[in-house]
Each structure stands twice: as structure tokens, then as C-alpha cells.
């Protein structure tokens, strides 16, 4: 795997494809910069190299290029966080691009303007991306969250630095840490797989049965798991069409030995609401009109159990609906056991949307190993695919 320490950079322009896809408010303002802090390592390696950094990236998904979608409300963000002034160029490959990209020097930074103003860059184009190829020396691919799209600056420009492409610091590490579990995890390997449906999350399933030892089953989902065994759920979440789908995950985990935790008992409430009634009720017994929306004190207890035998744990989806305060109690204990398990040297990777969203919420995020940083990109790479970004470096 080719990473920024195969190369030197000094007098090199390294074009880096980054995630600067951050989130705006009404004025233009970042809200949230992680994804630019999350990109800091690499360019900061590159230049005090002596090497210099054009950044690409896109901005939401503009129709036609516009003020809204423009990455210059973002040039001072970037300037403050890196601690140096980032020029920007309001096309990301014309005339005035090439001359700017050109003209750069050791230590400074070029931000190229949204490439999704280009459709080509979503279609994928070769003449395209070879237009931006011709703009540096080293071709670093750090955008994570768009690795599994076959888009112009994320996959299809590599084949033009044969030889001269690499990860940058961050994809590396999303690799390395699904590869820490998936592939080279020490045993016992608990995955907890939570989040609203079954349907989201059965490829999943399906490609890590043979790699894990425990799974723990959470969130809506369980209704499914619970009412395909005959059991009572109420008004709990479920999809009919799942309940043999749900039956055969059972049965295909049983035949690999691996042990899963469906929850025993559930809060329920007869509303889905923070004000609502609550109740604890055995999982397979809910009462017509109340639903199930959190794991049990029992079930607490039990996953407390499973995550603090573990060595490998791969965190996937809330147990409850974490963000109503009556039914964030699971996610909860179930983060504070990770960062435990953590602590006691257990290597955990909490990733794709909302339960790293949970993990943030509850301050558990630098206390567990890894929080991934791509939502769609993880979940392509825990079901097993290849992302078409990793693939075009690794070729
Ligand atoms: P996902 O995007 O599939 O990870 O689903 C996350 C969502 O599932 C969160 O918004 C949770 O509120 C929701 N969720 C978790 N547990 C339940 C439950 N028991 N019933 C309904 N929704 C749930």
C-alpha cells in the first residue's frame, strides 16, 4: 500500500484529493471543520517536506456553478487551521488554474474551486481528469468520504501518475483500521450492528459472519429478529419482509459459531416521543400500541459482558434512539463499555453515520480507537467491497 512515506515531496506539487465537503450556515460560514482538521496531517507532511499542496475537492452537489456551492467560503477556515495563507483559484483547471498551480511554491497552498462545477467530474471523464492531473507532480488521494465513487479526481486521474500516487494519511488509516478488524482482528471480535433497519445493514451482516466471533443486534432492527421467532413487538419497528431474511442470519450464524446477542428486554414507550409513557418489557412480550425503542437494563448488562471480553470490536448504528434523552441509555452504556474494553487494550472502530454521530454526541469519540470519517465509504468497505478510490492507487 503506497502511503506518503514512499515519496519525497520537496520541490514536488502534491494535488491532493480532499473531503472538504463541509457543512455551511446561512452565511456561508463553516459549521463543522472536522473534515478539515481530519485532512491537516497530510498536507502539513507535504510541506514541510519542502513540497507544496493544490487541494481538490467538491461542495455539496451543485447543479450549475454558483455562490453557494463555492469552496471560497472556506479559504479562511483552511488558512487558520493549517497556519498558512491558502491561495484559491475560481476554476479548478483553466488557464488561470494551470498558471497558479505552476507558480506555486515550496510551502504554500493552492485550493482549486468546487469540481462538481464540472460535470465531468462526476461522469467521471478521463480528458477531465487528465486536465487536473497536468496540474501536479504527485497524485494523493486523502478524501475518504468519497473513495467509493468512480469520480473524476477520486479514481479515474490516478492512471495518470502511474508511479507516482499514494494515500494520504487519513484513507490510509480508514484501511488500516477496517483491515484491523476484518481482516487481521485478534479474537474474541464483537460487531454491534444497531441503527433503524435490516435492510441497511445485510450485506454487512453477510460479509462479516465469517469474521467475527460475537454479534450484537440493536436499534429497530431488533423487532425484526424478535417478531420472525414468534415473539410479540407491538408497534415496535419491523419489516415484514425481512423475517426470513431475519431467521436465515440466525441460522447461517449458529452454523459459523457465532454468538448473537439479541436484546431480552426493552423500553418501551406508547409514543415516539421524549414526553412519552415508558416502560421495561421483555422483548418478545410488547403490548399492542407501545413500541420498543431502547435496549433493557438486563440487555445493558449483557452487552457490558460481551464488549468487555472482546479484543476486536467494530461498532456500527445506535441501540436505541439515542437522540431523545428517555432512550439514549443503551448507546450510551454500550459506549462507555467500549471506551473500557478500549482502555483495557481492546482495538475499536466505531463507524458509519449515526453511531459515530452518537459517539460525539456522548464524548466517547477520542476515547475509542477509531471513528471513521466516511459514512458511505465504510459501509462499501464493511460490506466487503472494493472502493473504487483505494482501488485505483493500489493498481
Ligand atoms: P441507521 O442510520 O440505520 O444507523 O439508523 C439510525 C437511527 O435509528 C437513529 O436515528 C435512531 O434513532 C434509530 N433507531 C434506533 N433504535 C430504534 C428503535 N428501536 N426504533 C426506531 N428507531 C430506532
Known sequence: MKTLSNFNFENKKALIRVDFNVPLNEELEVTDATRIIAAKPTIIHILEQGGSCILMSHLGRPKKPGNKFSLKHIVQTISDILGVQVKFSADCC??????????LQPGEILLLENLRYHKEEMAGDKDFAEKLAALGDIYVNDAFGTAHRAHASTAIIAQFFPDNKCFGLLLAKEIESVNKVLRDGESPITAILGGAKVSSKITIIENILDKIDNLIIGGGMIFTFIKAQGGKIGNSLVEDDKLKLALQILAEAKKKNVQVLIP??????????????????????????????????????????????????????????????PFAGGTIALGEAVVQATKEGCFSLVGGGDSVAAVKMFG???????????????????????????????N
Open 94 to 103: 483553466d488557464e488561470t488554474a494551470q498558471e497558479m498551480a505552476s507558480n
Open 264 to 325: 431480552t428486554d426493552v423500553i418501551i414507550a406508547d409514543g415516539f416521543a421524549e414526553d412519552a409513557s415508558t416502560q421495561i418489557c421483555p422483548t418478545d412480550q410488547i403490548p399492542d400500541e407501545w413500541a420498543g425503542l431502547d435496549i433493557g437494563p438486563e440487555t445493558q448488562a449483557a452487552v457490558k459482558q460481551m464488549v468487555l471480553a472482546s479484543k476486536t470490536i467494530l461498532w456500527n448504528g445506535p441501540l436505541g434512539v439515542f437522540e431523545m434523552e
Open 364 to 394: 466517547f469519540a477520542d476515547k475509542v480507537s477509531y471513528v471513521s470519517t466516511g459514512g458511505g465509504a465504510m459501509l462499501e468497505m464493511l460490506e466487503g467491497k472494493t472502493l473504487p478510490g483505494v482501488a485505483a492507487i493500489l
